[in-house]
């Protein structure tokens, strides 16, 4: 709309220009055959009129639009997943120093130490998911029989460092050609949970997130449910092995068309290299004498793509799972910043609304000049661009006043108020229906309305939005013209009116 004015307008000057022009070169003719000096003087003259005309238009159609934020320096992008990591880090923990709330502060404070500590831990995290059936526990026990700890300790499983609904926790193991441990959790999965309840489906997801590579355990093709989890878990972006167990009970032929089905079917978000083929658990095997012999578990091929892709993304998926976590850090800081701003802004608005109500009692003033003066005070606009960080000046403050000032007679809302807050008065409090009371009561609730309308503005970045100017005071309007609300407000604007009354 602003677009589509500016060119009628511009296409209405042009219009006007050919005529205006013709115009003036007669004026200048006729004076001129008297006077050529004054006929000169008198072409200059019509000129700075014309001009000084279209400057105070341009001049209104600015105040109209959003402040231009200041350049701000363009920012190095880091140059790896860690040095992100890093900066986010460090961004978080100066956002959770301007929150003042000191229960909330500490506890953001708290995760935030949590996930740096997690950042510069010693240790890897692979949690392993599946379905029950699929051999994934058996998977767990056969990867800690094959690490160094549990070789030099006689085949025995590792010990558990926690157990909870969704699975058990053991001590970090070292590998063979891998320098840092890596800390297993042996999870039931997503789709148990799934039937057991929102609070174990929510422990499952948060195992998932905090997780630096998942093992995700299949015993034959992928059914629909698995590879919604497996999607969802590639989305939230983590690393994921698809573990395709008991090989063993089949055929090679069959084994192969699983096998390559699985590799199409996760194409999208898993690479075929991760996909691998595994026995965890092989079946017996009995010999012509009749003895019966448990082959080993073939789980050397998943143990070779976990060390591999530890030994070379190991330090970047520490960093992704910072980045991902303190995503959500980030965002319960940020909200917990606006809510803060929000406060702060709404006791400045209701500073200024009931200090109106005492300017404008002592000394009553039309309308118009009582809104210009009072109900939309450039120092509060100052103040509360200050909360939301914008440092603006109070020349450009009067300037934004004065904008909204002309958008609330123009919507009807300033003739409206004072027909809403003189029925209010002479409902509750008949007899005192004075033209300076309603008028400083006015004030008030015009200032509210101002107030409430500039801290959208502000909030927004000092962007009216789409609806411009004229939208949010509208909807300001309409929040603020509640029947409750009116009488507890004007109830209170009279309360401090009687208190100037006495002497």
């Known amino acids: 709309m602003r677009s589509l004015l500016v060119l009628g307008c511009t296409g209405l000057v042009i219009s006007f220009v050919v005529p205006l022009l013709d115009r003036i070169i007669q004026i200048y003719q006729l004076v001129a055959t008297s006077s050529p000096i004054l006929g000169g003087f008198v072409v200059l003259l019509v000129m700075g009129l014309l001009g000084g005309l279209f400057f105070i238009i341009w001049r209104y159609l600015r105040l109209f639009q959003a402040e231009p934020a200041k350049p701000l320096p363009i920012p190095e992008a880091p140059t790896d997943k860690i040095e992100a990591a890093q900066d986010s880090l460090e961004a978080l923990e100066r956002q959770v120093q301007q929150i003042q709330d000191e229960v909330m502060r500490r506890s953001l404070s708290e995760q935030t130490e949590q996930l740096k500590q997690n950042f510069i831990r010693q240790e890897l995290r692979l949690v392993v998911f599946g379905v029950g059936s699929a051999g ?17 300790s006689r085949g025995m499983v590792g010990a558990t460092m926690g157990t909870t609904q969704l699975g058990k926790t053991y001590a970090p193991v070292r590998f063979p050609k891998l320098d840092v441990p890596i800390q297993i959790t042996d999870c039931p999965g997503i789709l148990e949970a799934s039937a057991l309840g929102s609070d174990r489906e929510q422990e499952a997801r948060q195992i998932a997130t905090e997780a630096d590579l998942i093992v995700f355990v299949v015993d034959d093709d992928i059914r629909k449910s698995e590879y919604e989890i497996l999607k969802a878990l590639s989305e939230i972006g983590k690393r994921t092995i698809l573990a395709f167990n008991k090989i063993d009970l089949l055929t090679k032929e069959a084994r192969e068309i699983i096998h390559t089905s699985l590799r199409s079917r996760v194409l999208d978000f898993i690479v075929p290299e991760d996909v691998v083929a595994i026995s965890a658990s092989p079946r017996a095997v009995a010999l012509e004498s009749g ?23 190991g330090d970047e998926l520490v960093a992704d799972n910072v980045l991902l976590r303190s995503q959500s850090l980030t965002t319960a800081t940020r909200e917990a910043l606006a809510q803060q701003q929000q406060m702060e802004a709404d006791k400045v608005v209701e500073k200024f609304q009931w200090l109106v109500v005492g300017v404008v009692f002592a000394t009553p ?45 123009s919507l009807g809302i300033v003739k409206g108020v004072v027909q809403i807050v003189s029925t209010v008065i002479s409902v509750t409090l008949v007899g005192l229906v004075l033209k300076a009371t309603i008028q400083s009561v006015t004030a008030a609730y015009l200032t509210r309305i101002a107030g409430k309308s500039f801290i959208e503005y502000f909030s927004r ?25 009116l009488k507890i407000f004007v109830q209170e604007a009279i309360n401090r009116v009687m208190v100037l009354l006495k002497p």
């Open 291 to 313: 003895e019966m012999v448990q082959p080993n578990p073939k789980l050397q091929p998943l143990l070779n793509r976990i060390l591999d892709i530890f030994s070379y993304e």
């Open 365 to 409: 003033l039309p309308v118009v000049d009582m809104l210009a003066t009072a109900a939309i005070n450039a120092q509060m606009v100052v103040e509360i661009g200050k909360v939301y960080g914008c440092d603006i000046n109070i020349e450009r403050g009067k300037e934004l006043a004065s904008s909204l000032t002309r958008t609330l007679v």
């Open 136 to 152: 994934k526990t058996s998977l767990v026990n056969g990867l800690l029989n094959l690490s160094d700890d549990n070789l030099t």
């Open 461 to 485: 970045d000092r962007d009216w939005g789409d609806g411009g100017i004229a939208e949010v005071v509208q909807r300001q309007f309409q929040l603020n013209r509640r029947d409750e609300f």
